[in-house]
């Protein structure tokens, strides 16, 4: 219960979740933890808060290190296009992130554990690297044979698959039909802020 309360501690002080998850604690108390929390004014942030809070919440939702976001951010601003879409475009096609919007893990921690432990495949091979980067065309599995209990899990998840993924449960298959659009990705973050962050 600890742990749950610690991943979650930011989503109170937002008040909202940063995953949607319907049994976070800032739904029953949306403020920040400690005995001031409910009673205690929100501070205006400065425009170097904002772009922290940001980031910390990108952070947050993929389960990222700084190191992992800002090795992302300078690749993405190696690349042609806006800096923001296509940091977003890496993060989402990270193999990681594609198992848990595709609905195939009840939450990015779990993900994480299903890819590292061997239970997903990419293009029938075995991947057990959360920070794969995936491409369009490609097809994630799980390894059925290994992992029974895993598919079952699977298939209780409720999540709405985003457009960019072909997602069958019944065949433990999800395929990458295309590089997602900044406002189809769910993550609530402003992209934006992310990018002045890191270039300042």
Known sequence: MKQVQAKHKMCRRLGYCIWGAAKCPSAKRPYAAGQQGKNAKKKKLSTYGVMMQEKQKLKAHYCLTEKQLRNIFLEAKRRPGQTNEVLMQLIELRLVSAVYHAGFAPTIFAAKQYVAHRHILVDGKIVDRPSYQLK???VLSVNVE??????????AVDFVVPAYFESNKDEMKVTILREPMIDEIPAKVETMRVVEYYAR
Request: proline fraction near 8%.
């Open 136 to 138: 369009p065309g490609q």
């Open 146 to 155: 290994k992992s029974a209990k895993i598919a079952e899990a699977i298939k």
